[in-house]
């Protein structure tokens, strides 16, 4: 598995509602399979996998996991093109353009830049609310 492919361990035990820890303890103990792991020896988890770990741990009672799209409380919602990404350490600046001339620069964490898999000419949705400027794909 490759570098940030996959759920790190923090939110999949986010997304089963438990803490890291737990997630952990749970694959020593072999109530659940071994996660896979990436070229740095870190855990990675697929969808399925959080699934299958949350039948093996809690039966088929328990809903299932739903993956959406979150809408926020924002009418202002613009789709956009990535225009420009800098990088400086953790935090990269990324350089989109709206409404075919105006630019809006948001301020992100570079492990976000690569889960989202942005880089030049990427489309986005960019979301502007007070203080803050969200990127979504």
Known sequence: MKQGEGFTLEVAAQMLGISKAT????E????????????????RYTIEDIE???RAVYGEEQPTLE???VELATPNRLAGVVKSIECEGLICEVVI????????????????CLRLGL???????????????LISR
């Not at 997630?23 to 749970?26: I, N």
């Not at 630019?103 to 976000?112: C, D, N, V």
């Not at 489309?123 to 803050?132: E, H, K, Y």
Request: charged share 30%; hydrophobic share 35%; aromatic share 6%.
């Open 97 to 112: 353009e709206v409404l075919g001339r105006q630019r809006i620069t948001a301020h992100i964490p570079k492990s976000m």
């Open 23 to 26: 997630l952990r303890t749970w």
């Open 52 to 54: 299958a770990i949350r």
């Open 67 to 69: 993956v959406t799209t």
């Open 119 to 133: 880089h030049k000419e990427t489309p986005v949705t960019v979301w502007i609310r007070p203080g803050d400027v």
């Open 28 to 43: 020593k103990q072999g109530r659940i399979p071994p996660a896979r792991r990436d070229e740095r020896g870190w855990r």
